[in-house]
């Protein structure tokens, strides 16, 4: 069983970005700019349009003469979270260094800047290692085949891909350390909570394209969860999609879902699921949620806890709603050889 990490599994299945047909159409979408590569996230400022792009680890606000680079993150390595407070005077990002892994939450707020250290508290907490992964009770046969994922808990790892403002701070979605975090107004870190291990049961048809002995079909894989955004309801919860960990692609079949969080207990409840790549997702005033399936090429919503399409968006990366209107990313696509074919763009949705 391959365990996926977030940033490599887009890059490596840019091109392989499916087009559903049939899917409800909203209106033609009007693109604020097609200067992007890896638009992660989107955030919108009185007005004014911003894009944390993952590929070239930058935060740009949408001119209509181009792109105005606000911030950059390290190289290698990646800006993925981006939120306003709701004032409007503070700005947070997430960043990711390929090189050291180091992992921080930047609050730039007028001229002050304060950097928050993630992967250090990960590093010191490693809040998902309740969490038991892998196969419970694993015979020699699927230890043998699985290696040390046949059952393992939470490893220390962190990939913050987004965040949202929460009272006087902030609250991230780390995708590599499967929790939610909060960030408070001084800079200090605590988990407000972590999410559930993602079972499924492991068909001979997932077992083939793995190459794993038949042992291990039948059996009942603990999958991580792989948070990649947060946003708060007008309920008071907050919402998050979730990858479905190991293989984050179509391979293992539709398996991305949504959770609703209690801020308050961190108790945790899976809404809706059956997503292909739930990378994003946004939240209306009246409660509709809007998501992102990069895999499925749509903006879909929430019926009877299972994916409906509401706009075909081939590479639907990030979906965010502000003042009556919801913005939308796409990622660019990519030939085999790694040559871009379409460039990623932000929209505006009717």
């Given at each position: 069983m391959v365990r996926g990490r977030l940033t490599t599994t887009m890059a490596a299945t840019a091109a392989l970005l499916l087009s559903t047909a049939g899917a409800a159409s909203a209106g033609e979408p009007t693109v604020l700019t097609d200067e992007v590569l890896g638009p992660f996230n989107i955030a919108v400022d009185d007005g004014g349009v911003y894009v944390a792009d993952g590929f070239t680890s930058t935060i740009s606000r949408i001119r209509s003469t181009g792109l105005e680079t606000k911030a950059t993150g390290p190289d290698p390595g990646d800006v993925a979270g981006l939120a306003f407070n709701r004032s409007g005077d503070a700005m947070a990002y997430t960043t990711t260094s390929y090189e050291n892994g180091t992992s921080?939450?930047?609050?730039?707020?007028?001229?002050?800047?304060?950097?928050?250290?993630?992967?250090?508290?990960?590093?010191?907490?490693?809040?998902?290692?309740?969490?038991?992964?892998?196969?419970?009770?694993?015979?020699?046969?699927?230890?043998?085949?699985?290696?040390?994922?046949?059952?393992?808990?939470?490893?220390?790892?962190?990939?913050?891909?987004?965040?949202?403002?929460?009272?006087?701070?902030?609250?991230?979605?780390?995708?590599?350390?499967?929790?939610?975090?909060?960030?408070?107004?001084?800079?200090?870190?605590?988990?407000?909570?972590?999410?559930?291990?993602?079972?499924?049961?492991?068909?001979?048809?997932?077992?083939?394209?793995?190459?794993?002995?038949?042992?291990?079909?039948?059996?009942?894989?603990?999958?991580?969860?792989?948070?990649?955004?947060?946003?708060?309801?007008?309920?008071?919860?907050?919402?998050?999609?979730?990858l479905p960990g190991g293989p984050e692609d179509p391979s293992f079949g539709d398996r991305g879902s949504v959770y609703k969080v209690d801020p308050s207990s961190g108790d945790?409840?899976?809404?809706?699921?059956?997503?292909?790549?739930?990378?994003?997702?946004?939240?209306?005033?009246?409660?509709?949620?809007?998501?992102?399936?990069?895999?499925?090429?749509?903006?879909?919503?929430?019926?009877?806890?299972?994916?409906?399409?509401?706009?075909?968006?081939?590479?639907?990366?990030?979906?965010?709603?502000?003042?009556?209107?919801?913005?939308?990313s796409t990622m660019a696509q990519m030939d085999d050889t790694g040559n871009i074919t379409a460039p990623g763009t932000v929209v505006k949705l009717t």
């Amino acid at each position: 069983m391959v365990r996926g990490r977030l940033t490599t599994t887009m890059a490596a299945t840019a091109a392989l970005l499916l087009s559903t047909a049939g899917a409800a159409s909203a209106g033609e979408p009007t693109v604020l700019t097609d200067e992007v590569l890896g638009p992660f996230n989107i955030a919108v400022d009185d007005g004014g349009v911003y894009v944390a792009d993952g590929f070239t680890s930058t935060i740009s606000r949408i001119r209509s003469t181009g792109l105005e680079t606000k911030a950059t993150g390290p190289d290698p390595g990646d800006v993925a979270g981006l939120a306003f407070n709701r004032s409007g005077d503070a700005m947070a990002y997430t960043t990711t260094s390929y090189e050291n892994g180091t992992s921080t939450l930047t609050i730039k707020h007028g001229d002050t800047t304060e950097v928050v250290d993630l992967s250090a508290f990960e590093s010191n907490r490693n809040p998902d290692k309740r969490n038991e992964y892998g196969i419970n009770s694993a015979s020699q046969c699927v230890k043998d085949a699985l290696g040390e994922f046949a059952e393992y808990t939470g490893i220390v790892e962190s990939h913050p891909y987004a965040v949202t403002a929460w009272k006087d701070g902030w609250i991230v979605a780390d995708a590599a350390g499967n929790d939610l975090l909060e960030v408070d107004e001084d800079g200090d870190v605590s988990v407000l909570a972590v999410l559930p291990t993602q079972p499924e049961k492991i068909t001979q048809e997932m077992a083939d394209h793995e190459g794993l002995p038949s042992c291990v079909v039948g059996e009942t894989y603990r999958f991580e969860p792989v948070p990649t955004d947060v946003e708060w309801g007008p309920d008071g919860k907050l919402y998050v999609t979730t990858l479905p960990g190991g293989p984050e692609d179509p391979s293992f079949g539709d398996r991305g879902s949504v959770y609703k969080v209690d801020p308050s207990s961190g108790d945790t409840d899976r809404i809706a699921t059956g997503f292909a790549g739930a990378t994003n997702l946004a939240v209306a005033p009246g409660g509709k949620i809007y998501v992102a399936e990069l895999f499925g090429g749509q903006i879909s919503t929430i019926k009877d806890g299972k994916p409906h399409a509401w706009m075909s968006l081939e590479g639907a990366l990030a979906v965010e709603y502000s003042d009556g209107h919801l913005y939308a990313s796409t990622m660019a696509q990519m030939d085999d050889t790694g040559n871009i074919t379409a460039p990623g763009t932000v929209v505006k949705l009717t």
